[in-house]
T-cell receptor, first 114, second 116 residues
Framework: KAGVTQTPRYLIKTRGQQVTLSCSPI?????VSWYQQTPGQGLQFLFE?????QRNKGNFPGRFSGRQFSNSRSEMNVSTLELGDSALYLC???WGQGYGSPLHFGNGTRLTVT | AQKVTQAQTEISVVEKEDVTLDCVYE???????LFWYKQPPSGELVFLIR??????QNEISGRYSWNFQKSTSSFNFTITASQVVDSAVYFC?????????????FGKGTKLTVNP
């Protein structure tokens, strides 16, 4: 069974640009969550989608947005990139049974903003 | 507010030593889940264990064991006879029942290095 797939693995962007990251969940999983990992702040929750609806959102500026498609695949977008957006972005999927569900993570997309 | 503290930033041991990773959590809820994840150098977080707040039984899985104590709000993880392959960053996480969300609050992680 294929795991969570994130593309691309690495990305280099310039300040002010925008970027879109993609996540394909494990087959059958209906919930997708996104996390940002930085050395200073650690792992921080961005947002969570279930059946194309945002179920929860973390404390990030509006420049960070996401969506989920009918096939459960998800994308997150960051507009007007800042140097501080450089991070490892991790996507996780689950069956969507609610709190307490074990999350299955992808390898992440490492974004570098110059 | 929910918070997870992993006081040990880095631990270095020699192969075959036992090592315990500490995790202390804060929550006002009586119903919650605790998790441990492992992050090898490849980057993905690997799920290790989930524990419900109502189940304080300790658990053993091979060389891994977990000690959950509600009285001290701790959920510690012990690796017995450590191996080089155990080298990774380990994260403790908390999930509360907030409208069904699966959001996890993570600790800062403990980097474990097992030397041959």
């Amino acid at each position: 069974k294929a795991g969570v797939t994130q593309t691309p693995r690495y990305l280099i962007k310039t300040r002010g640009q925008q970027v879109t990251l993609s996540c394909s969940p494990i087959s059958g999983h209906r919930s997708v969550s996104w996390y940002q990992q930085t050395p200073g702040q650690g792992l921080q929750f961005l947002f969570e989608y279930f059946s194309e609806t945002q179920r929860n959102k973390g404390n990030f500026p509006g420049r960070f947005s996401g969506r989920q498609f009918s096939n459960s695949r998800s994308e997150m977008n960051v507009s007007t990139l800042e140097l501080g957006d450089s991070a490892l972005y991790l996507c996780a999927s689950s069956w969507g049974q609610g709190y307490g569900s074990p999350l299955h993570f992808g390898n992440g997309t490492r974004l570098t903003v110059t | 507010a929910q918070k997870v503290t992993q006081a040990q930033t880095e631990i270095s041991v020699v192969e075959k030593e036992d090592v315990t990773l500490d995790c202390v959590y804060e929550t006002r809820d009586t119903t919650y889940y605790l998790f441990w994840y492992k992050q090898p150098p490849s980057g993905e977080l690997v799920f290790l264990i989930r524990r419900n707040s109502f189940d304080e039984q300790n658990e053993i899985s091979g060389r891994y064991s977990w000690n959950f104590q509600k009285s001290t709000s701790s959920f510690n993880f012990t690796i017995t006879a450590s191996q080089v392959v155990d080298s990774a960053v380990y994260f403790c996480a908390l999930s509360e029942d907030k409208g069904g969300s699966e959001k996890l609050v993570f600790g800062k992680g403990t980097k474990l290095t097992v030397n041959p």
